[in-house]
């Protein structure tokens, strides 16, 4: 059987036509690709060709068994968030419905509802309040939802750079008082009282907005696992925003993001007190934000995001955990 007479016969469709490919896959490890569907309730599909033989060359030059190794329990990773996690998410955090999946030829096929379909056609470069308040609010209601919720079949830790994943990068990091300390970043945010299951890679790029800006829809699970909501929270703002703005706007996205989580917790977890989760988490905002620049300082030194906003948070922790 062919690949398109494969995707019919997964979501019972009577026709299938590949209409554009939307992106490949990190590292050459497959595609993402639209498909135009006749014969069932869906004009059309999106479907995720994840090929875990094809092991390609890594555009920074990683490209250890590591590397690898983790590439292929990201993909385990989502199918498994699809199939056992993704239906308790709800309004207050869209994702795309997962329609079918299943394994062809030794790789694996997500096929998943199309966005664009359903309002949500926007891809986003740059970013103005409204689209920052839907991410915000869809994050605060996500960490929310899945508040101490167990992480089985997710990673343990989430997250793609935390420091158990990430040896390779800690031995080039040159930043000796940063990687001196890198062990004890680590402790602090995975002995945290409160912990939720995070996206894992909250960027830009992995959110999909309605015409408006106001309403959001995210994607790619790969990393999605245990952790403290700030390392999403550091990962999107970082993202999106310059230097002068990450500094200059610190108290706003934490407002938004808290008041929005305080009520996502008094929703879904009604026994708990939030101000308990947020005085935890606000306290660990400048160690996730540490922790994420210690990766990339390792990885890529030269990297846009390294400045001097992160240097100085990074050094406050530095001296506070010393």
């Known amino acids: 059987m062919d690949l398109l007479s494969k995707i019919k016969a997964l979501i019972h469709a009577t026709h299938i036509e590949e209409v554009e490919m ?15 569907v006749e014969g069932c309730e869906m004009k059309s599909v ?23 190794l983790r590439k292929v329990k990201s993909y385990e990773v989502e199918t498994y968030w699809y199939q056992h996690y993704s239906h308790l998410c709800d309004d207050n955090m869209t994702i795309p419905k997962c329609l079918a999946f299943d394994e062809f030829n030794g790789d694996v096929l997500i096929i998943m ?9 926007e891809r986003l470069h740059q970013v103005g309040w409204t689209e920052i308040n839907a991410c915000l609010k869809w994050l605060a ?29 800690l031995e080039a990091l040159e930043d000796l ?6 062990e004890k970043i680590d402790q602090t945010l995975n002995q945290a009282k409160y ?74 977890h009604p026994e708990l007190d939030p101000s308990e989760v947020i005085k935890e988490w606000k306290g660990l905002f400048k160690v996730a934000w540490t922790d994420f620049h210690r990766f990339l300082k ?19 922790v530095i001296q506070q955990l010393q």
Request: aromatic share 14%.
């Open 177 to 182: 008082p940063l990687k001196n300390t890198a």
């Open 298 to 316: 390792g990885w890529s030194p030269g990297h846009w995001k390294i400045n001097s906003y992160s240097e100085k948070l990074s050094q406050s």
């Open 22 to 36: 939307i992106q490949q896959l990190w590292s050459g490890y497959g595609s993402i690709k639209r498909y135009s």
């Open 195 to 268: 912990k939720t299951i995070v996206h894992g890679d909250a960027k830009l790029a992995n959110f999909c907005f309605s015409a408006d800006g106001k309403n959001v829809s995210a994607i790619d699970f790969q990393y999605i696992g245990g952790g403290v909501g700030m390392k999403d929270l550091i990962y999107f703002i970082g993202s999106c925003m310059s230097e002068e703005e990450c500094e200059k706007y610190e108290a706003d996205f934490l407002d938004i993001y808290f008041s929005n989580l305080k009520e996502g917790i008094t929703l879904y």
């Open 113 to 121: 509802e199309d966005l664009d379909q359903i309002g949500f056609p």
């Open 141 to 169: 209601y996500f960490h929310a939802k899945f508040l101490n919720h167990q992480t089985e079949g997710l990673w343990e830790i989430g997250t793609y750079w935390h420091l158990d994943t990430r040896p390779d990068e």
């Open 46 to 68: 999106v479907v995720k060709h994840v090929q875990l033989s094809s092991q390609k060359n890594h555009p920074r030059g990683w490209n250890t068994n590591l590397s690898h």
